[in-house]
């Protein structure tokens, strides 16, 4: 009898064929959908890593221990002497797991125009290598990136240019305090302009070559404040982080910072949005114990007078219970087949596609990241997994009741109930 109780199984499902394709399909479409979202939630948590940490943040940074969070001009790599910054690139990127490193300088002054001045954050890059770590050099609106043609060229958010009255090719003051406490000054061209949807750095952040930076402030070749570092895979920064900090801590002080620590809001907004992923999985399972407790429990007092005749003739309270458990995982395997065949083409659309959230979108920001016009979804095998198998323990444990009080009959009774 135990061998053929899948058999038995399967041909009980499709004795009211009605109301079991209702229930696959149900649960299917619901874990199509649950599919769906998954790969939604992983996409808009990506998406926001990515534009959070590669438009000027990097997903590492490098700085003297202490450099937080006041930012003293003093407190470089290295301190007075400085550091060989070459050297220090080459021990960062010998690690297989960084794809590129870059130094920088951080000051801050006020940059005057003909008539307006405006307090600004100024921010000293090497282009080249800043263009391989992050991402600002393709939000040029007008003009051009920084480039060797224009030693004293430098971009500027579109908002702060609109304060001060330039445009691309206007002439502009910077005047800012020098790392030797006197005062740095000197006249630059404007040479791009940029726009990331970032108020504050559209309204106050200047870029401009390291070397001119260094030179404005007083600072030596040598002596950068932050090395930032982009990795293939930004899901391993904080263990690169640890180990990057016990390198390079071998030649010189310093502290090495993953982007959850460098940015808790993002951190706890890709934290929060796992947490509604779950939620919505533990929605959709409660109510797949409701489909399936009911579908189990009807099938069950439709024969009980067949379970009944089965008891009489030997059939044992546990094969009764294996009999309805088995039918419950039936059931749930085949709407999970369908399921995965209606989700997807949603999951190949989302992720070649992506959502079109419409000319608002470049407005809209979660957890001071904007989020792009374009939502694309990415592959969660983790969440998928975890839903189906969920989904497979909800099945057998809604239909453990009615497979219970099946057990319980007593043949003579079912037979005169029928």
């Known amino acids: 009898m135990s061998r053929r109780l899948p058999q038995l199984a399967w041909r009980n499902l499709w004795r009211n064929p009605r109301r079991t394709s209702i229930t696959m399909a149900a649960i299917a479409l619901g874990y199509a959908m649950l599919l769906f979202v998954a790969c939604l939630m992983e996409g808009l948590r990506q998406q926001m890593i990515e534009n959070g940490t590669n438009l000027v943040f990097s997903q590492i940074q490098v700085h003297a221990p202490g450099y937080y969070p006041n930012r003293s001009l003093q407190k470089t790599l290295g301190a007075g002497p400085g550091t060989d910054v070459s050297a220090m690139l080459a ?46 050099h393709t939000r040029i609106v007008k003009g051009s990136y920084l480039n060797e043609r224009m030693p004293k060229g430098i971009v500027m958010g ?11 090719g206007s002439e502009i003051a910077l005047l800012a305090q020098a790392a030797d406490g006197s005062m740095g000054d000197d006249l630059y061209a404007v040479a791009g302009i940029f726009h990331t949807g970032i108020e504050p750095m559209d309204r106050g952040l200047v870029l401009m070559s390291l070397s001119s930076l260094q030179e404005l402030l007083h600072l030596a070749p040598g002596r950068i404040h932050e090395v930032g570092i982009k990795l293939h895979d930004a899901t391993e920064a904080v263990a690169v982080a640890g180990t990057l900090e016990a390198e390079l801590g071998k030649t010189l002080p310093v502290r090495v910072r993953a982007w959850p620590e460098l940015a808790p809001e993002l951190a706890a907004y890709v934290q929060f949005n796992r947490s509604v992923t779950v939620m919505l999985f533990f929605i959709f399972f409660l109510l797949a114990v409701m489909g399936i407790m009911n579908t189990m429990l009807m099938a069950v007092f439709e024969r009980t007078r067949e379970l009944g005749m089965l008891m009489g003739l030997g059939m044992r309270p546990v094969q009764v219970v294996g009999l309805v458990l088995a039918e ?19 999951l190949w659309y989302l992720q070649v596609h992506g959502l079109e959230l419409g000319g608002v979108a470049n407005e809209i920001s ?46 003579t009774e079912a037979l005169r109930k029928a």
């Open 91 to 136: 021990a960062v990127t010998a690690d297989h797991r960084v794809y590129a490193a870059t130094p920088r300088v951080y000051g801050h002054g006020l940059a005057s125009a003909a008539h307006q001045s405006g307090g600004v954050e100024l921010m000293g890059v090497a282009p080249d290598q800043e263009q391989q770590v992050t991402v600002l």
């Open 328 to 346: 419950a995982t039936g059931l749930a395997v085949v709407s999970l087949v369908l399921g995965v065949a209606l989700g997807a083409p949603l």
């Open 158 to 168: 579109d908002r702060l240019a609109t304060t001060i009255g330039v445009g691309v």
């Open 366 to 411: 979660v957890a001071g990241v904007p989020v792009g016009h374009l939502w694309y979804g990415r592959q969660d095998f983790s969440a998928y997994s975890q839903a189906a198998l969920g989904l497979a323990i909800t099945a057998v444990v809604s239909a453990l009741y009615p497979a219970l009080r099946a057990a319980h009959y007593r043949p």
